[in-house]
Structure formats: structure tokens, C-alpha cells
């Protein structure tokens, strides 16, 4: 037997009238196949958590300023005092290598070309063609 859509259930949002809305699209998990877990090593891990302790101390501070403080506290941490972040760090490190044992190794990204480059390259082309033309209507 055939069955139409108006026979089918749907999860889609719809109208009061009951027609389907056109902006609906389907649901998407946070982490695809395409995105690998974060890896962060212990220092990232920690660079993170300080800045959240200290978010009102470091708001007055320029951005590099804020790198040497982290900078700064990081090398004063002893072992013991490491070992937590070490430990996230690892086990990120897990998630993320057990992620390309089942996908494979994520692709880099590509580098989009800028376009004032791209501007540069066509008015350097041009010339090239005029002296061309140039030296052809010299040779006839």
C-alpha cells in the first residue's frame, strides 16, 4: 500500500493549519565524524582555568600581559599541584587518538586566499598581457 506524507508521522515543527515550517532543519550532534575531540595539552588545560579564576584581575590587562601571568604561574606549580591537568590532558589526549583510530586522521583545514592578494596577482597579470599584445602588433 502507498502511503502519502499526510500518513507518516513527523518530528517537524508545523504550523497551527498543520503545514510544515520551511526554516525547520534537522537536528545536528555537537561532534560530527568531521570535527576530532580538542586536544589540549596540560598548560592549555591550566592557561583555561586560571583565566577563569582570575577573569576580573585579567580584564584590565592586554591579552600578552594575561599570556606572561599564565606564563609566570604555570612555572611556579609544582608537580603536585600539575598533576590534575596532566591528567585531563591525557585523557584528551586518549579521546582524541581513539577518534582517528575509528575516522582516520583529520584533513587540515584549507587556507582561504585573501582577496587582496588575489587583486594583486590579477593587476600584476595585466600588464604581462598589454606588454604582450604590445610586442605582437611589433612583430606583424
Given at each position: 500500500r502507498a502511503t502519502t506524507n499526510v500518513d507518516r508521522p513527523t518530528d517537524r515543527p508545523t504550523t497551527a493549519t498543520g503545514k510544515l515550517l520551511l526554516t525547520w532543519s534537522a537536528p545536528?550532534?555537537?561532534?560530527?565524524?568531521?570535527?576530532?575531540p580538542k586536544k589540549r595539552t596540560a598548560y592549555i588545560l591550566f592557561g583555561v582555568e586560571l583565566r577563569k579564576e582570575r577573569a576580573e584581575e585579567f580584564k584590565s590587562l592586554k591579552p600578552t600581559d594575561v599570556i606572561k601571568e599564565i606564563g609566570l604561574a604555570w612555572?611556579?606549580?609544582d608537580a603536585e599541584d600539575k598533576a590534575p591537568f596532566e591528567k585531563q590532558a591525557e585523557r584528551e589526549k586518549a579521546a582524541y587518538a581513539?577518534?582517528?583510530?575509528k575516522y582516520g586522521k583529520p584533513e587540515p583545514k584549507k587556507k582561504k586566499k585573501k582577496k587582496a592578494a588575489a587583486k594583486k596577482k590579477a593587476k600584476a597579470k595585466e600588464p604581462e598581457s598589454d606588454d604582450e599584445s604590445a610586442s605582437d602588433s611589433d612583430a606583424s
Open positions: 545536528t550532534p555537537a561532534r560530527t565524524m568531521a570535527q576530532p612555572k611556579e606549580l581513539a577518534w582517528v583510530a
